[in-house]
């Protein structure tokens, strides 16, 4: 009977050691010591470097602020931006697939590491609020990954999620666009939710969460909805920006 019984222990050891090695491997580079390898954090996280505090490109942690913001290229209106990793190769890869690919579940992988992160950078929210996305451009692509993202940190962190903004108009895609153009794209283009007006902006301190920072227009334009609801404080998290020019090669 023991002689029987081997083979299928075998088995159910072996399924058990592959869904271990699946949920361990990085969700970057597919090695072990996920969800986030070490090699891969050096590489797209940069613990060494800080963050400019109004656009959230990585830089050296002895600047405040980069060197667009320095010159007045930067969002206006945030109190501080946070951007966990350099968009570029790999990370860059992931957010797209998410995107691009339909793929919105793979937000689960990163879902600790990002709160663990995040909650030393930011002051703590009375919620989180999505940068909204059109509702043609739901129907096109079958989710809000901004959204998606602020639900995985609402479980993770407990904190309310808010979908207090709406985008009344759609607008032509941003790739591409300078910093000026992207604002008069934008024009318009945001306003107060039915939910946000309930809940109340006045007083409130808010993260806007959204995946990719690049020239801030979006964040920026948020910002200024929720600062003339007498929002107490505008803070925006997203998964990765741009790098200070300082440090490029």
């Not at 890869?93 to 919105?104: A, C, M, V, Y």
């Amino acid at each position: 009977m023991h002689n029987l019984k081997a083979p299928w222990q075998t088995l159910k050891e072996l399924g058990q050691s592959l869904l271990y090695e699946k949920a361990e491997s990085c969700c970057l580079c597919g090695r072990a010591n996920g969800p986030i390898c070490p090699s891969c954090d050096d590489e797209f996280f940069h613990p060494e470097l800080g963050r400019c505090r109004h656009c959230g490109k990585l830089m050296s942690k002895e600047q405040i602020l980069c060197l667009d913001c320095r010159e007045g290229q930067g969002p206006k209106g945030l109190d501080q931006v946070a951007a966990w990793g350099h968009y570029t190769g790999r990370w860059r890869d992931f957010i797209q697939t998410i995107k691009f690919k339909s793929q919105p579940y793979l937000l689960e992988k990163i879902g600790r590491p990002l709160a663990d992160w995040v909650i030393h950078i930011l002051p703590p929210p009375d919620a989180l609020m999505p940068v909204p996305m059109h509702a043609e451009r739901i129907a096109e692509r079958g989710f809000n990954q901004a959204a998606v993202l602020a639900s995985l940190l609402h479980w993770e962190l407990g904190i309310p999620l808010v979908e207090g903004l709406e985008r009344r108009t759609p607008t032509t895609p941003q790739v591409g666009l300078n910093r000026y153009e992207r604002l008069h794209n934008l024009q318009g283009a945001f306003a107060l939710s039915p939910e946000g007006l309930k809940w109340g902006i006045k007083g409130r301190r808010i993260w806007l969460i959204d995946d990719v920072v690049t020239t801030g227009a979006t964040l920026e334009a948020c910002a200024d909805i929720l600062r003339r609801q007498e929002a107490e404080k505008v803070y925006a998290l997203a998964l990765a920006a741009g790098m200070d020019k300082n440090l490029k090669k």
